[in-house]
Each structure stands twice: as structure tokens, then as C-alpha cells.
T-cell receptor, first 115, second 114 residues
């Protein structure tokens, strides 16, 4: 029973490059959430997706960031033209279809470093 | 606008004693609360939760208390063990289109001293 899988675990990008972070939810989970943790801070909600739909992207920066969860394949968080301030740990979580009273399961995260 | 606050960034407790971690929230629409534990370089792992219709939930050494009138919850760990040393995040949940959206506190780093 594989958990939430994120890759890569570590990603180094130069300023101006693109970063692609992947998340495969747990088997049977159709809800995916992305969170960002800046150094010495808690996890901040970014976006909530179901298959082929963005449900809530209120935590996503308006520019350069996008997310998708296609019918087939993993969820992708894409950051274009990265800047130093994007350096953080990005966590993906998934939950079953009926989310109430069930905890979200987190992946191990992708640590993005922008140099 | 920090809707969930953990005012103690760190806490140090002697092994065998009780650890008490606190969390305050501001949004009365939250109806479900969770505690997550996080080790360095790993993702958060679920620890214990409580529905807003209850005031206490216990699971082994871990107990969560909820005071709705004060918008306050706490996690008690007794007896504390060295393996409990980690960062603990409090989270509050809103039901959004059939699934929960979590709002996290900043975390409290718990250190258990042998």
C-alpha cells in the first residue's frame, strides 16, 4: 500500500528556470492538496484539486505558479521563472473521495532550492 | 491573517513527564481539528483528531482537548518519550466541496530530554 509519492525529493534550479514537482496520490484517493513550507514557518495551503478540476487555488501566487491533476498520471505543480523566494519544501497530500472525518496523507515533500 | 496559531515555537520536556502543546484558532467555521507530527526531511504524519462536537479524544499516550468557547485546543502526551521529539502542527479543517481543506499553525518543536 504505497503512500503519497512525490518526486523529486530535492530539486535545484537556477533563477529563471522552470520547476516541475510531481505527486502521485494514494491508491483510491481522488483529492490532492499542495502545501508550501517556508523556512521556520508552518505549512501554507496552495491549491486543492480533484481529477481534471481545480477546486480551490486561493493560496497560489497569481503569477508563475500553476497546478494540474490530469485524468491519467500524477498531479503537477509547476513554477515558471523561479526566484530565490520560491525556495521551500513543497508537500502534497491526498484524501479519499469523502474527505470529512478522514485525515489527509502527506508525501515526503520536494525541497526546492533556487540558486 | 493567521487563523490557526501555535504561540510556542519550542517546548522542552523531561522524559516521562507530560508534554502539553497548545493551539488557538479564530474561525468558528472550523469543525474538525487535527494534530500532525513531522520529523526533519519527512512529510507530516497524522497523529490524532477531534470533531467539534466532542471535547476530548484519547489514543494511547495522546489526548486532544477542545474548548470551543475559547477556540483553543491542546495535545497532551504522557508519558513523553525521546521518540516524541519532533515538530507538531495543529490543523483546523473546513469542509469544501466534499473534502477537507486544512489550515495549519506554525508548529511547535518538541524536545524530550532523557
Amino acid at each position: 500500500n504505497a503512500g503519497v509519492m512525490q518526486n523529486p525529493r530535492h530539486l535545484v534550479r537556477r533563477r529563471g528556470q522552470e520547476a516541475r514537482l510531481r505527486c502521485s496520490p494514494m491508491k483510491g484517493h481522488s483529492h490532492v492538496y499542495w502545501y508550501r513550507q517556508l523556512p521556520e514557518e508552518g505549512l501554507k495551503f496552495m491549491v486543492y484539486l480533484q481529477k481534471e478540476n481545480i477546486i480551490d487555488e486561493s493560496g497560489m501566487p497569481k503569477e508563475r505558479f500553476s497546478a494540474e491533476f490530469p485524468k491519467e498520471g500524477p498531479s503537477i505543480l509547476r513554477i515558471q521563472q523561479v526566484v530565490r523566494g520560491d525556495s521551500a519544501a513543497y508537500f502534497c497530500a491526498s484524501s479519499p473521495q469523502q474527505g470529512r472525518d478522514t485525515e489527509a496523507f502527506f508525501g515526503q515533500g520536494t525541497r526546492l532550492t533556487v540558486v | 491573517d493567521q487563523q490557526v496559531k501555535q504561540n510556542s515555537p519550542s517546548l522542552s520536556v523531561q522524559e516521562g513527564r507530560i508534554s502539553i502543546l497548545n493551539c488557538d484558532y479564530t474561525n468558528s467555521m472550523f469543525d474538525y481539528f487535527l494534530w500532525y507530527k513531522k520529523y526533519p526531511a519527512e512529510g507530516p504524519t497524522f497523529l490524532i483528531s477531534i470533531s467539534s462536537i466532542k471535547d476530548k479524544n484519547e489514543d494511547g499516550r495522546f489526548t486532544v482537548f477542545l474548548n470551543k468557547s475559547a477556540k483553543h485546543l491542546s495535545l497532551h502526551i504522557v508519558p513523553s518519550q525521546p521518540g516524541d521529539s519532533a515538530v507538531y502542527f495543529c490543523a483546523a479543517s473546513l469542509l469544501l466541496q466534499g473534502a477537507q481543506k486544512l489550515v495549519f499553525g506554525q508548529g511547535t518543536r518538541l524536545t524530550i530530554n532523557p
